[in-house]
């Protein structure tokens, strides 16, 4: 379940980064300057478009250390522009690329702790269902909601990415 699940975040990781292009398009059809879409914001008290895109990747990438025990690479989140956005993205997606269904497979029974939990701990079953997952896509929303707000031209389709249609 972990590894599909898994594989699942990383197309949408995918998805993230046509986006990243589909808005540098949008900017430079306007024109303006494509990296003012990091500062952007759908509430002044909400973090920017950077720290979504940043948080998005991290909550996957470090969800797939927790659970497999593997190191996870380290981004210092300096990002300035949506070419080094894009190749955060790139990086999470290629990190999300290394694992097999074996790498999770002790993955429910392992106990995860964070320090924002202050001591307390979560099974890895838990974590994964009640925080990575929804964080990841909190943050992946929040992302294209930023970019549909600033008339980014995305809808439903390029959301979901392509669908595993076949005839019954």
């Known amino acids: 379940m972990y590894f599909e699940l898994f594989s699942q975040m990383k197309k949408q990781l995918g998805q993230l980064g046509k986006w990243l292009d589909t808005a540098a398009a949008h900017a430079k059809a306007k024109p303006f300057d494509p990296n003012l879409y990091l500062n952007f914001r759908l509430a002044p008290d909400q973090l920017p478009f950077v720290r979504q895109v940043q948080i998005g990747c991290d909550a996957v990438k470090l969800a797939a250390s927790r659970l497999s025990g593997k190191p996870a690479p380290s981004h210092p989140d300096t990002e300035q522009t949506l070419e080094e956005l894009s190749a955060r993205v790139r990086s999470t997606v290629e990190y999300l690329d290394t694992f097999t269904a074996k790498d999770f497979e002790s993955a429910a029974g392992r106990v995860i702790s964070h320090p924002r939990w ?27 909601a930023l970019l549909r707000h600033n008339g980014v031209n995305l809808g439903k389709a390029d959301y979901l990415g392509s669908l595993s249609l076949r005839a019954p």
């Open 118 to 144: 202050e001591g307390k701990v979560m099974s890895g079953a838990d974590y994964f269902l009640e925080n990575a997952v929804p964080n990841f896509y909190f943050h992946l929303t929040t992302a294209y």
